[in-house]
């Protein structure tokens, strides 16, 4: 049965974390918010009061009769029944203590445009976003950035990926990171990227795998744009 | 062997989450960096630049050969092997999308007095800080806090937990939130707690726990102060 994943559908967003994920291992879904009624539908869910498991917000993913929600969570799911993260506990815990490390930074990412409250314009806290910007240029993208290029640098098995010598969620998450990243902050990032070359070089290795490339080519992959996590407000991207 | 807990020695902070699903399970553990020299101790692990897998930021946890990063995945890792977690993997994930949640409040309740910069002074970002705040206390705490009353409410086997009809990991971190919510901002919980009488009704519980209560008595639990992540700042309080 196709999972069925529940997301804002005009916009990447944290759900664009499961969408790799899903994509990458060739496992059906449908993206029910995209679908004619699908946003209605997803509200429903959410709000059934005869749900003994509700989810806080999207994204969720529906596999059959389990509801799990919480982007990190889901793909903890994914990756054990994809083979997408390392079988044994350990390996599996320290596949998702880097993915809630980039949920961190995501979130960063997220509060640097809207550092004041989510329910305000981007327009209404405006001057308090271009100082938390700022900040998250100068202090939180190096330091959040030179910590996935040492757990590259340090891997035992190589380099090329984040965990062991297999492809797992987090180089996907990862590689989504950077791509968000790059949209968000061009100029800082062109200034940054070249301190992280083992970033650059996982990101780009991911886009060109196969199904990953296809997906990214394709209409399911949704244009960055400003209702997102990562938004292009150039004078937040500021030179400094 | 007792598990090794490393987190800053002054606060509660997120280590707290951590060290109360320790004293509930009894186990024997160490908090490292609350000894002579724990903290450079603390640091040395974290710069050691021969460690594969190294964390990112405090809290986390040793246990022999394995190391644990992340609040919510130590809790994980705890719940399992301490009965504080249901065991079968649907429960595992429920449990731990609950974690995540209040970890999410918890990151907000940290920005209402950091909203621009963790490295800036409280004092050099207030005026921010006092709407964040607001939009916190109006908004977010009853959104966040009416999710959990829901949760309990709808428990199939009774609304004294979270999850089943036994004590989780997910309960001692709700009683965490509320008596740092409490502690941040009184004015605004004893209006909004009528509101969440299963939440209370359910902190209270907690605290009267054998474990809980002699550990809340002890000189392990730190006072909560203004270096940890529920500060109490009247002016962030405000009767709004």
Same mark, same amino acid.
């Given at each position: 049965m196709a999972y069925e994943l529940y997301y804002w559908p005009s916009i990447q967003g944290r759900g664009e974390f499961v969408r790799l994920a899903l994509e990458e291992a060739g496992a059906e879904y449908v993206?029910? *918010?995209? @679908?004619?009624?699908g946003v209605a539908a997803m509200q429903r869910l959410m709000e059934?009061?005869?749900?003994?498991?509700?989810?806080?917000?999207?994204p969720f993913l529906k596999d059959g009769d389990v509801l799990i929600g919480q982007t990190a969570n889901i793909l903890l799911y994914l990756g054990r029944r994809h083979g997408? *993260?390392? @079988?044994?506990e350990t390996g599996r815990l320290w596949a998702h203590q880097l993915q809630l490390t980039i949920a961190d930074v995501v979130d960063e990412a997220h509060d640097a445009h809207h550092p004041i409250a989510s329910?305000?314009?981007?327009e209404d806290q405006k001057a308090e976003a271009r100082r938390r910007a700022g900040d998250f240029i100068a202090n939180r993208i190096p330091k959040y950035l030179g910590y996935f290029e040492r757990v590259l640098e340090r891997n035992l098995r190589g380099e090329?990926?984040?965990?062991?010598r297999r492809v797992s969620y987090c180089d996907l998450s990862l590689f989504q990171l950077v791509a968000g990243l790059r949209y968000a902050f061009p100029r800082a990032m062109s200034r940054l990227e070249p301190h992280f070359v083992r970033i650059i070089a996982l990101h780009d290795r991911i886009a060109t795998r196969p199904r990953i490339a296809a997906y990214l080519k394709s209409a399911r992959r949704i244009p960055f744009n400003e209702q997102g996590v990562f938004r292009h407000y150039p004078e937040l991207d500021a030179a400094n």
């Open positions: 993206d029910i *918010a995209r @679908r004619t009624g059934d009061a005869r749900a003994a498991q509700p989810p806080f917000a999207p997408l *993260a390392p @079988r044994e329910s305000l314009y981007y090329r990926h984040l965990i062991g």
